[in-house]
């Protein structure tokens, strides 16, 4: 008989199945400007239109500049780019009393520069209710499993900007130990990925993604699976699902966990 595992790569709760908790999205701009460009407008809607955001949910919203000009340049204009963001989303039906802060953080320190700053720093942060769903099992056969074959990981979620893992990745978590517990032969290779392609965007100065990658590992390794079938890596933007990544949709689609098959 073959053996079926279920993998729930959805959002599950403490209470009946569901939790309270936030996401962050981010949205980016041009090299000293607060104006939105129309491939930004474009994706809040579409997530305006999905109810990924929703008339209802308290938003925060934080904007950041790229290291390049003074203080007093970068502050105000990340302070502009969070308030672009909350008269766009207010002129689309928000409440401002939801919109609980607006504020600019000024620049992003990096180790290394570059002339033209970097991309992926001028943005802004929009972090808002996470209104869980029914999970949606996939169905996991693994006996079919191909050795070098990758599994994504769709509810592994960390804190913005850290290694942390938010709490709604039990679930998922779980899920792969479960998979890890019942095929004993089953090796793996836990691979962490970043966003943000070209010259500087994404380099991965302070390896997040193996960072990413080895909460995975850790989590395993401390629930009773030997080190001896797990390894992990920080692959960077080198492996992107979108290879041209310029809106945050795409952002959200290379910025993941997979499981890369070693053994069975």
Known sequence: MKKIILLCFTVLGAMGGFAQSYDTMEVHFGKNTSVLAQTTSDFLDKMILKGVLAPGKKLMLVGYADYLGSKEHNN???EARA????????KSGFDPKDITS????????????????????R?????????????????????????????????????????????????????????MQ?????????EGHI????????????????????????????NGISERRLTYEGVGNLNPVVKADSTEEDHIKNRRVEIRVISK
Not at 195 to 202: T, V
């Open 182 to 190: 019942s095929s004993k032969r089953l090796t793996i290779k836990i």
């Open 102 to 121: 607006c504020i600019g953080k000024g620049k992003i320190n990096r180790a290394d520069t570059a002339s033209e700053g970097f991309a992926a720093d």
């Open 195 to 222: 966003c943000c392609m070209g010259p500087k965007e994404g380099v991965d100065n302070n390896n997040l993604s193996g960072r990413r990658a080895k909460a995975v590992y850790d989590f395993l390794k401390s």
């Open 76 to 78: 105000p204009l990340s």
């Open 123 to 179: 943005k802004v942060q929009i972090i808002f209710d996470h209104i869980p769903v029914k999970p949606t099992p996939t169905v996991i056969d693994v006996d079919k499993l191909k050795v070098n074959e990758t599994i994504k990981l769709n509810n592994i979620f960390f804190v913005g900007g850290t290694a942390t893992i938010l709490p709604d990745s039990q679930p998922e978590l779980d899920n792969l130990l479960h998979v």
């Open 83 to 90: 308030k672009a963001i909350k008269d766009y989303l207010v």
